[in-house]
């Protein structure tokens, strides 16, 4: 399985973004798809999910502001980005899990910035 992130850049604070995530294979055969984010100096976090049921899971410090979405047509796994701040600063992983396989994209840099 490979995942290609792609959408990164550097934002205004206040600003919006959307990442895409596209896969190798069938994104709705993944257990569980999501993003990660590791910025400078900190572990790398969960920020938002798919569970294996549908559901969708976000991190608290960024409920209300990003979503999660995925297009059955394009193949593709979008976070929807919006009043970003500069504690958004991170490198954004797309990830999957299926059938005890974990997989992650290479990285796309958010640098939010007046």
């Known amino acids: 399985v490979q995942l290609q992130a792609s959408g990164g850049g550097l934002v205004q604070p206040g600003g919006s973004l959307r990442l895409s995530c596209s896969a190798s294979?069938?994104?709705?055969?993944?257990?569980?798809m999501g993003w990660y984010r590791q910025a400078p100096g900190k572990q790398r976090e969960l920020v938002a999910m798919?569970?294996?049921?549908?559901?969708?899971n976000y991190a608290d410090s960024v409920k209300g502001r990003f979503t999660i979405t995925r297009d059955r047509a394009k193949n593709t796994m979008y976070l929807r980005m919006n009043s970003l701040k500069t504690e958004d600063t991170a490198v954004y992983y797309c990830?999957?899990?299926?059938?005890?396989?974990?997989?992650w994209g290479q990285g796309t840099l958010v640098t939010v910035s007046s």
């Open positions: 990830n999957s899990f299926r059938s005890g396989e974990n997989y």
């Open positions: 294979v069938n994104i709705f055969s993944m257990n569980i």
């Open positions: 798919f569970s294996n049921l549908g559901s969708t």
